[in-house]
């Protein structure tokens, strides 16, 4: 799976978690506070992302995550790489 391919999960997670959010406003360098996301938003996010792209991620591997660019990249890291 390509980057821009997370990112895009990682997008249409975003837009669905958060009732007045597009897809086009998850841009790779606003993080998700920026957006409105609580921490628990943050979390649904999160996992809604790794179950749409079929991966497991430690929680760990989030801990220095700041922006959605570096969300993707901790995702992408995970899926199998193109």
């Not at 990682?10 to 409105?36: F, I, K, N």
Request: charged share 15%; net charge negative.
């Amino acid at each position: 799976m390509t980057w821009d391919e997370v990112l895009s999960v990682v997008q249409d997670e975003t837009a669905t978690v958060l009732p007045g959010v597009t897809a086009r406003q998850v841009t790779p360098d606003v993080t998700l506070s920026e957006l409105g996301a609580n921490s628990l938003d943050r979390m649904d996010i999160v996992v809604g992302s790794q179950d749409v792209l079929g991966v497991s991620v430690p929680a760990a591997a989030f801990a220095d995550v700041g922006n959605v660019r570096q969300l993707v990249d901790v995702l992408h890291g995970h899926c199998g790489t193109t």
